[in-house]
């Protein structure tokens, strides 16, 4: 059972322009969100997160979106950049866990 | 710094070996180890979890097990592979506490043969 959902499997963007990725979990206990980017053959490297007391949070280039009522959280990235292009996953735990539930996640190719 | 080291990057096994595959975490205490795993076109899969020495969960019935005979030491084992046991397996730490990201290994291929 997916709790959580990465559609879209892949994107492709021009450099410069904004990537949008977009996740949606189905627990609803799921209390603390994290996007983690990985290069083939390597680990997941973390990204960026969101506790479920905020509905953004910005880091960089780098911003998470987080609907709580839609179960549905999204990642921006912008600008886009070349070194971006990676696959990125989506992951969610239950407060004090930390036992992640990972989505499939989505193959970002940027275009130069 | 901390860091998280993972051995080998890559083992082709013939079916019906054992495995073993180590983890080791340097520059913190006392944190929580995991293994996951990713199939070819699925997502990062939690296959054990540790919060302290000897004290594993398995989160997923399966032909592998876990053990941490050091407080910072992870091992992945099989006593007989199969060829579903094929995949990219990742070794991660977490400090404790509730909302803290996990740190990853760089990952061992594994194909069973």
């Known amino acids: 059972d997916q709790q959580v959902k990465q559609n879209s499997p892949s994107l492709s963007v021009q450099e410069g322009r904004i990537s949008i990725l977009n996740c949606d979990y189905t627990?609803?206990?799921?209390?603390?969100f994290l996007w983690y980017k990985k290069y083939p053959a390597e680990g997941p490297t973390f990204l960026i997160s969101?506790?479920?007391?905020?509905d953004k949070n910005e880091d960089g280039r780098f911003t998470v979106f987080l609907n709580k009522s839609a179960k549905h959280l999204s990642l921006h990235i912008v600008p886009s950049q070349p070194g971006d292009s990676a696959v990125y996953f989506c992951a969610a735990t239950p407060y004090g866990n930390n036992r992640l539930a990972f989505g499939k996640g989505n193959q970002v190719v940027v275009i130069p | 710094s901390q860091t998280i080291h993972q051995w080998p990057a890559t083992l082709v096994q013939p079916v019906g070996s054992p495995l073993s595959l180590e983890c080791t975490v340097e520059g913190t205490s006392n944190p929580n180890l995991y293994w996951y795993r990713q199939a070819a076109g699925r997502g990062l899969q939690l296959l054990f979890y540790?919060?302290?020495?000897?004290?594993i969960s398995s989160e997923v019935p399966q032909n592998l097990s876990a053990s941490r005979p050091q407080d910072r030491q992870f091992i992945l084992s099989s006593k007989k592979l199969l060829l579903s046991d094929s995949g990219f397996y990742l070794c991660a730490w977490s400090v404790r506490g509730p909302n803290t990201e996990a740190f990853f290994g760089q990952g061992t291929r594994l194909t069973v043969v």
């Open positions: 969101i506790s479920s007391i905020k």
């Open positions: 627990n609803s206990m799921f209390d603390y």
């Open positions: 540790s919060v302290g020495i000897g004290q």
